[in-house]
């Protein structure tokens, strides 16, 4: 299996703050990577796919970048919703094995 | 707007067997979707368990394949998990979700039920 890690595990951040997540892969996924958030109690939502495509709804705010075995997830200006715990996913190849996450918390 | 909604049991005992099901409403279970199965521990996170299409063809994630099916009921417009032989380890909120394999977007999770939680203990 694919394993994947991030960092920071976690992070504390003020609203209007640049956040920068990191998401490593242990073999090369060219660009197959996804980005979720999940705030507690709630089913994770989908941010962006193959690394970089922001998905419909998604704002402009959030940037993916990467290819290969290492990615990012930016945040610029937060916002006070945009405190959650992110997850990258692999989406190369079955299983489909999801990071261990980073959680966004308030300075 | 597709919704997915997750059923069954909030306890089961060691050894048993757990079946939840997952409602799809808004949309149809016979589309160009996949429709899986992911569980989240305090453990080991979120954990892909399986996927299947229309068709009845399913992949499994390789560490659970010799305890989980999973299948779908066209009439019901649903399908369902089942995992055998539960552990204590088995306990977790347990998602159901639909896949989308967009062109040029790969595997993708853009829906996701509310989630159950399942304990296993006696």
């Known amino acids: 299996d694919i394993q994947m890690s991030q960092s920071p595990s976690s992070l504390s951040a003020s609203v209007g703050d640049t956040v920068t997540i990191s998401c490593r892969a242990t073999q090369n996924i060219t660009t197959y990577l996804n980005w979720y958030h999940q705030k507690p109690g709630k089913a994770p939502t989908l941010l962006v796919a193959v690394a970089s495509n922001l998905q419909s709804g998604v704002p402009s705010r959030f940037t993916g970048s990467g290819s290969g075995t290492d990615f990012t997830l930016t945040i610029s200006s937060l916002q006070p919703e945009d405190f959650a715990t992110y997850y990258c996913?692999?989406?190369?190849?079955?299983?489909?094995?999801f990071g261990p996450g980073t959680k966004v918390g308030v300075k | 707007q597709v919704q997915l909604q997750e059923s069954g049991p909030g306890l089961v005992k060691p050894s048993e067997t757990l079946s939840l099901t997952c409602a799809v409403s808004?949309?149809?279970?016979?589309?160009?979707?996949?429709w899986t199965w992911v569980r989240q521990s305090p453990g080991k996170g979120l954990e892909y368990i399986g996927e299947i299409y229309h068709s009845g063809a399913a992949t499994y994630n390789p560490s659970l394949k010799s305890r989980v099916t999973i299948s779908v009921d066209k009439s019901k417009n649903q399908f369902s998990l089942r995992m055998k032989s539960l552990t204590a380890a088995d306990t977790a909120v347990y998602y159901c979700a639909r896949v989308r394999y967009d062109f040029g977007e790969g595997h993708k999770i853009d829906k996701w039920g509310q989630g159950t939680l399942v304990i296993v203990s006696s």
């Open positions: 996913q692999q989406s190369y190849t079955s299983p489909f094995t």
């Open positions: 808004g949309g149809t279970v016979i589309s160009s979707s996949w």
